[in-house]
T-cell receptor, first 113, second 110 residues
Framework: NAGVTQTPKFQVLKTGQSMTLQCAQD?????MYWYRQDPGMGLRLIYY???????DKGEVPNGYNVSRLNKREFSLRLESAAPSQTSVYFC????????????FGSGTRLTVV | SQQGEEDPQALSIQEGENATMNCSYKTSINNLQWYRQNSGRGLVHLIL?????REKHSGRLRVTLDTSKKSSSLLITASRAADTASYFCASPNRDDKIIFGKGTRLHILP
C-alpha cells in the first residue's frame, strides 16, 4: 500500500527549463494538493484539486500549472523554472472531509540554477 | 495567510523528559491538527482535535485546545530519540484548506 507517490525525488533544472512533477495516490481520495516547503516559511499551498476535473489556486500559484489527470494523479508543471522556485515540493491527498488529515508523499527536492 | 504559529521554534530536551509545543491561530476553526516531519521526509498526521474538544490523547501524545485563547498545545511524554523531528500545527482556513504553521524543531538528546 504505497499511499502517495511522488516522482522524481530530486531534480536540478537550469533557469528557463520546464518540468512536470508527478503525484499519484492509491487511497481513492477525492482531494489532492501541492505544497512547497522553504526554510523558515513552513508549507505553502500552491494548487489543490477538490475532485477529479477541478483545480483551484492556493496561496502561491504564480509560475505553476496543474493537471488532475484522473482521480489518482495530480501533476505540477513549471513552465519556465526560476531560482525562486528552488524548494521541496510535497503532494498530499485527503478525503473530502479532512478529519482524517492529509497523507503526504515523501517530496521532490528541486534546485533551479 | 498563515493560520497557525508554533512556539518555540526549536526545542532540545533530554531523552525521557516531556516535550511541550504550543500553537496559536488567528481565526475560528472547526478542528486543529498536528503533524510530524522527520528530516527529509513528508509530513505524517498525528492527531486531530475538534473545536468542541478540550483534550485528546493518542499513546504518548496529549493535545489540548483552548478556543477562547485560540491556542493548542502538543505534549509528548517520555520522549525518545525517534521523536526528533519537526512538529507542525495546521487548521482549515475560510476555504476549508489546511494551512500549516512554520513548525517546532524538536531535538531529543541522548
Amino acid at each position: 500500500n504505497a499511499g502517495v507517490t511522488q516522482t522524481p525525488k530530486f531534480q536540478v533544472l537550469k533557469t528557463g527549463q520546464s518540468m512536470t512533477l508527478q503525484c499519484a495516490q492509491d487511497m481513492n481520495h477525492n482531494s489532492m494538493y501541492w505544497y512547497r516547503q522553504d526554510p523558515g516559511m513552513g508549507l505553502r499551498l500552491i494548487y489543490y484539486s477538490a475532485s477529479e476535473g477541478t483545480t483551484d489556486k492556493g496561496e502561491v500559484p504564480n509560475g505553476y500549472n496543474v493537471s488532475r489527470l484522473n482521480k489518482r494523479e495530480f501533476s505540477l508543471r513549471l513552465e519556465s523554472a526560476a531560482p525562486s522556485q528552488t524548494s521541496v515540493y510535497f503532494c498530499a491527498s485527503s478525503e473530502g472531509d479532512v478529519l482524517n488529515g492529509y497523507t503526504f508523499g515523501s517530496g521532490t527536492r528541486l534546485t533551479v540554477v | 495567510s498563515q493560520q497557525g504559529e508554533e512556539d518555540p521554534q526549536a526545542l532540545s530536551i533530554q531523552e525521557g523528559e516531556n516535550a511541550t509545543m504550543n500553537c496559536s491561530y488567528k481565526t475560528s476553526i472547526n478542528n486543529l491538527q498536528w503533524y510530524r516531519q522527520n528530516s527529509g521526509r513528508g509530513l505524517v498526521h498525528l492527531i486531530l482535535i475538534r473545536s468542541n474538544e478540550r483534550e485528546k490523547h493518542s499513546g504518548r501524545l496529549r493535545v489540548t485546545l483552548d478556543t477562547s485563547k485560540k491556542s493548542s498545545s502538543l505534549l509528548i511524554t517520555a520522549s525518545r530519540a525517534a521523536d526528533t523531528a519537526s512538529y507542525f500545527c495546521a487548521s482549515p482556513n475560510r476555504d476549508d484548506k489546511i494551512i500549516f504553521g512554520k513548525g517546532t524543531r524538536l531535538h531529543i538528546l541522548p
